[in-house]
């Protein structure tokens, strides 16, 4: 279905904006965080991907991109030429997947658990208004750490991103992993509202790019992707937008809103 839908729009080599992509983290960017994309976002992407390749690049799965820019009914994975889940450790292009790697083999059985045990401990110790569920969340490419827990309502998160300014709850979790597993070879990126990812060193958003470095070689109508866009909200150090906003292969766009997103690509393409 994914590809049948991506036949309506020109083939990516010739698309009108040549050699160009634009990418999209997806909390804040294109949707509220933890919210579902508006219909007027999904058709400003639609007019876009007839001028130009259009991706996401998002760190949580993608059955939760799923619920955020799909529909029960319409794929995710048919709304954008690719779709990089995990920050691209899960990836689709054209509605087909690429090649994926899994954290847990590239860390170890062992390591994993000391990880998971010390972080529920350190979880059980604060004292933070409210506490809910999932609290370590294991992916294909990485873990998610919580310490209100994923399960709290949209509200529940509003109120502890403002508590967590305040009182620096996960800039301090990540601070105290860094000192305790200094040799795992691991990055922290504190993203969204009540949470940070753990993953491999390299393993960031800029992980997406090698894929699409990868376009150039293939025999299928590949493209060398000279002008990559990259827009995003958390760009700053520490952010988990941070490492693809500043490195040297893209374009960086830092928005405040998807509002703002869309106003940006309107200036940009015409639309």
Same mark, same amino acid.
């Given at each position: 279905?994914?590809?049948?839908?991506? =036949?309506?729009?020109?083939?990516?080599?010739?698309?009108?904006?040549?050699?160009?992509?634009?990418?999209?983290?997806?909390?804040?960017?294109?949707?509220?965080?933890?919210?579902?994309?508006?219909?007027?976002?999904?058709?400003?992407?639609?007019?876009?991907?007839?001028?130009?390749?259009?991706?996401?690049?998002?760190?949580?799965?993608?059955?939760?991109?799923?619920?955020?820019?799909?529909?029960?009914?319409?794929?995710? #994975?048919?709304?954008?030429?690719?779709?990089?889940?995990?920050?691209?450790?899960?990836?689709?292009?054209? $509605? @087909?997947?690429?090649? =994926?790697? =899994?954290?847990?083999?590239?860390?170890?059985?062992?390591?994993?658990?000391?990880?998971?045990?010390?972080?529920?401990?350190?979880?059980?110790?604060?004292?933070?208004?409210?506490?809910?569920?999932?609290?370590?969340?294991? *992916?294909?490419?990485?873990?998610?750490?919580?310490?209100?827990?994923?399960?709290?309502?949209?509200?529940?998160?509003?109120?502890?991103?403002?508590?967590?300014?305040?009182?620096?709850?996960?800039?301090?979790?990540?601070?105290?992993?860094?000192?305790?597993?200094?040799?795992?070879?691991? #990055?922290?990126?504190? $993203?969204?509202?009540?949470?940070?990812?753990?993953?491999?060193?390299?393993?960031?958003?800029?992980?997406?790019?090698?894929?699409?470095?990868?376009?150039?070689?293939?025999?299928?109508?590949? @493209?060398?992707?000279?002008?990559?866009?990259?827009? $995003?909200?958390?760009?700053?150090?520490?952010?988990?937008?941070?490492?693809?906003?500043?490195?040297? *292969?893209?374009?960086?766009?830092?928005? $405040?809103?998807?509002?703002? #997103?869309?106003?940006?690509?309107?200036?940009?393409?015409?639309?």
């Amino acid at each position: 279905m994914a590809t049948e839908a991506a =036949s309506v729009y020109p083939p990516l080599n010739q698309r009108s904006v040549k050699d160009t992509i634009c990418l999209f983290d997806v909390d804040g960017t294109l949707t509220p965080a933890r919210q579902t994309v508006s219909p007027e976002m999904l058709q400003l992407l639609s007019q876009l991907r007839h001028k130009c390749v259009i991706g996401f690049v998002g760190g949580s799965d993608l059955a939760k991109q799923q619920e955020q820019l799909g529909t029960p009914s319409i794929p995710v #994975t048919s709304l954008f030429d690719f779709c990089f889940a995990e920050n691209g450790l899960t990836a689709y292009r054209l $509605g @087909v997947p690429l090649a =994926s790697h =899994s954290f847990i083999q590239w860390l170890g059985e062992d390591k994993y658990k000391q990880l998971v045990n010390f972080c529920l401990v350190y979880i059980a110790g604060l004292d933070i208004p409210v506490k809910r569920g999932t609290f370590v969340e294991f *992916r294909n490419g990485m873990i998610n750490i919580s310490p209100i827990g994923r399960n709290a309502t949209h509200t529940e998160r509003a109120a502890y991103q403002t508590y967590d300014i305040t009182h620096h709850i996960r800039p301090d979790f990540v601070a105290a992993l860094k000192s305790k597993f200094p040799d795992f070879g691991l #990055t922290y990126s504190i $993203g969204g509202q009540i949470s940070f990812d753990v993953f491999p060193k390299g393993w960031d958003k800029t992980y997406c790019l090698r894929h699409i470095e990868a376009e150039k070689d293939r025999v299928d109508g590949g @493209v060398e992707y000279r002008t990559v866009h990259f827009f $995003g909200d958390k760009t700053a150090k520490g952010g988990n937008d941070f490492e693809i906003f500043e490195d040297a *292969r893209t374009v960086g766009h830092r928005v $405040g809103n998807p509002e703002d #997103t869309m106003r940006i690509l309107r200036e940009l393409f015409g639309l």
